[in-house]
Each structure stands twice: as C-alpha cells, then as structure tokens.
C-alpha cells in the first residue's frame, strides 16, 4: 500500500515518509474557545480525525501523536466574556466562557465520532514557552521591540510567502493590514502586545516592563515545538489559515530554530457553503454542530462531509444529510451486530491516496452490494472499513433508538401546497405540481402518490 499527501507548500501529492515511524505527528489548528463551534469547523475536525485513523491503522496507535490546540487567549473571548458576565471581573468571565465553550465543543466532536487528539495544549499553558520564541527572535534579528510590542520582520526572512505563494505587494494588497506606528514595515505582525487594563496579562518578554499578551499566531509555534519537536511531520488546518496564520507560524519556526522546514506535509481542508452560499449569522444560514446533532445522529453528518473530498468546496445541503442518512440506515440494516471483518484493500487504497474519501464511500457501496447479496464475509468487511472512515460505530439498536429531537414542520402549510399540487394535477400542468413536490422535498416532507390521494412523511 502508499500513502500519498497532497501538500500546499509544494503544491504536489507526494508519497508520505515520517521523519520518525515510530512516532509520527501531526499539529492541527484547533477551536478559539468563544461559541458553539459551527458546521465549518467541524470540518478540519472530522478530516483530520480521518488521517489519523489512516495514521494509526499504518504505524501503530501508540506511535502517531496528534496535538490540536486550544486557543484561551483572543480578543473576541474577551469581548464575549464581558458581554456575557459583565457583573465578573473579565479574568473571572473569561475562565467562565471557555470553560464551558471547551465543554460544548468536546460533547459536539465526540458526537461525531472523532478520537480525541493525543494532546490538547492550551495557550494560555504555554506563555513561557512563546517568550522564549519571542526573545529568540529578537536576538537573531528576526523580530523587534517597538512601543511595548514586539513584532516579526518580515523583511528578516527571505522566503516569507513561500506557504501561500504571494509576493509582498499582493499580501500587503489582499490582507488588509492594519497601520500601525510601532510597525516598521506593514506586513510585520505582532508577537507580542500589551494587555490594556483588565485584560489577561503576564509578564512581558524582552525587557519590556508594561505587562502583555501574546499574538495569536506565535502559539501554535511555542505549542507544536513543545508537543513535537522544532520540525514535525504534518501541519493540518483550514485553508483560510494559510496566510497569514500557516505563513506567520513557518516564519516564526523556522527562524527561532534555523530549520529549512516547519512540517514535511501541509494539509489544508477547503472551504464550506450552505446550500451554496456563504455561511454567516447575517444571511440568517449559521448551522452549529450542536443544532445539526438535535437532528441527526453524528455518523449521518459526518458521512455528509466525507462524500466530498477534502481539499474541494464542499456545499453543506439538508438534501446531502438525507442521502447519507439512507445511505447509514442501509449499511446498519445489512451489517446488524456482525463482527468487523477484513478491511477491504480498495477502502485502504482510497483513504491512502489523499484522504480519497469519496472513493472509499464508493468501495463501502460495493461491499453492501455483495452482503445484500448474502455474503457475511462482505458484511463484516463493510463494517471494518467503514470505521476507518469513523462510521458504523454505533451498534444496530444504538442506530435504530435515535430520533431527530426537533423536526418541526407546518402541516398546515403541508396540506396547502399537497391541495395546490393536486389542483395543478388536475389541469395536467406538471411543471407546477413538481415544483411544489420539490419544494416540500426541500423542507423535508417526502409525497407519495397512492389510489387514495397523496399522503406524506417526513424524510429521515
Ligand atoms: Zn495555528
């Protein structure tokens, strides 16, 4: 078998060798504590829950180590906590709200199915760590102290852009950087900054007396180093973090430790839309993990994201969530409470080439072909390879006892369109009675035309 990455600084797949198979590993960028997470981090959370299975199933559980952080510190935490708690002093409030979004979102990714990463450092655990980094850099000349900050030089680093491949002019046209007095050139970034009153703080590193906080993009750099080591195999995170989060940590890195590489393999998941547009709170199509599990068991959601490939836009539809529904209950129905069997080398071979899970959903079709056929063997296989995939992991009771907790539907809106449709009908204007068929199938109500009438369900 061969296990082949794509990777976005080489922007080719290539054949995957660890540096050390005997401990392999793997940093993701993981959640900034505020909310309930939403639909589009689920993403990176279930693909790279993906490759590591792939990763443990190849070398070994005990030696691949998956580090997914948490970030504690960020201006939009303390923003929440004060609106929140305006009553607690912010450190206070701020403990509250991440304290619990941590919980939430710990519940929502088990949910899921996804194993829970081998380490899960916090920002806020490793501030001696970032100091280090930062008074590093200061002295190889590679960042700088101006006003109680401390910023990277990116004129320091001669191959800063190479991640996101763009030249200095079109970073500085497209990320809107903000001006700063105590910024030298306009694409340094901070390090380091003071805390204003009542915001968290610890002492400053460089001699600075006022006391401060870090940036965010210096902790994934202190937490990977501690966790992995100064270079590591793969980088994982959404492709919007490419730049300039993945650009900035790889400066920082490779700077402090003078190594021509951060990570051999940088993985990125593509974007997500609902219902093929941009998801945002102001267009009313904010979908949380949490609201999608009221309705749908993990599995049916994570299948969801895993008919797309990872690295494509992937368009999030309630349409999407239904076929992977049917396509659950029928690998359930046929693998019952049958023991794994034989992984099969075509679901291997898929997830092995890029995370191909598409093709290995297709290789899972294949096998319920045959144990519908009366194959146990094929039943059993379908079970061992759908769960490298994280899927049939539940027993059939478990997936049998589960109901949506809030489909709500207006009947009375039901009935009317059900009465319009048979009017359409009636004067054989089938344009209009499909359209209106459609349009319930869009809110989830599935019609079935008996010599009786019309009646309908709800889909599942
Ligand atoms: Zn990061």
New binding site residues.
């Given amino acids: 078998m061969e296990f082949k990455l794509y990777d976005t600084l080489t922007r080719e797949k290539r054949v995957f060798t660890p540096l050390d198979p005997a401990n392999v590993r793997m940093?993701?960028?993981?959640p900034t504590v505020y909310d309930f997470a939403h639909i589009g981090n689920a993403r990176p959370v279930i693909v790279f829950d993906v490759l590591f299975r792939l990763l443990r199933h190849i070398y070994g559980a005990a030696h691949v180590t998956y580090v997914r952080?948490i970030?504690d510190v960020d201006d939009k935490i303390n923003a929440r906590a004060a609106e929140e708690y305006p009553a607690l002093p912010l450190n206070e409030a701020i403990r509250k709200v991440t304290e619990k979004t941590d919980q939430q979102f710990h519940e929502d990714v088990a949910a899921l199915g996804c194993l829970p990463p081998s380490a899960e450092p916090r920002a806020t655990e490793h501030i001696a760590e970032m100091r280090t980094l930062i008074e590093r850099l200061v002295k190889a000349g590679n960042a700088y102290v101006e006003g109680d900050h401390v910023l990277f030089s990116v004129a320091s680093m001669p191959d800063y852009g190479r991640l996101a491949r763009r030249s200095l002019d079109e970073m500085i046209a497209g990320a809107r950087v903000e001006v700063a007095p105590y910024k030298r050139a306009p694409m340094d970034f901070v390090l380091w900054k003071p805390s204003k009153p009542g915001e968290p703080s610890w002492p400053s590193p460089c001699g600075i007396a006022a006391p401060g906080r870090p940036g965010?993009?210096i902790?994934?750099?202190a937490?990977?180093w501690k966790h992995l080591g100064e270079t590591f195999d793969i980088?994982g995170?959404g492709i919007d973090?490419v730049f300039p989060?993945?650009e900035n940590?790889i400066a920082q890195s490779r700077c402090a430790f003078h190594t021509p590489v951060m990570a051999n393999y940088w993985v990125h998941n593509g974007f997500l839309q609902v219902e093929g547009e941009k998801m945002a709170k102001s267009l009313g199509n904010f979908v949380t993990i949490r609201d999608l599990l009221r309705d749908w068991p993990g599995e049916t959601v994570r299948l969801a994201m895993l008919q797309t490939h990872y690295r494509q836009p992937l368009n999030w539809t309630t349409n999407g969530l239904r076929e992977a529904q049917r396509t659950l209950d029928l690998w359930y129905e046929l693998t019952g409470d049958a023991a794994p069997g034989l992984l099969c080398a075509d679901t291997l071979d898929a997830v092995a080439d890029d995370l191909n899970s598409p093709k290995a959903v297709a290789s899972l079709h294949e096998l319920r072909g045959e144990a519908a056929k009366g194959s146990k063997a094929a039943a059993g296989s379908l079970k061992a390879s759908a769960q490298l995939l994280g899927l049939l992991q539940e027993t059939a009771s478990e997936w049998a006892g589960f109901r949506p907790a809030s489909i709500s539907i207006d009947e009375n809106k039901v009935t009317a369109l059900i009465a319009a449709r048979n009017a359409a009908r009636r004067v054989k204007d089938f344009r209009e009675s499909d359209r209106i068929r459609d349009e319930l199938a869009k809110i989830g109500v599935v019609l079935k035309d008996t010599k009786d009438g019309t009646t309908w369900e709800i889909a599942r």
Avoid at 27 to 30: D, E, K, L, P, S
């Fill in positions: 940093y993701v960028c993981g952080n970030t965010w993009h902790e994934c750099s937490m990977s980088h995170g973090l989060h993945h940590e």
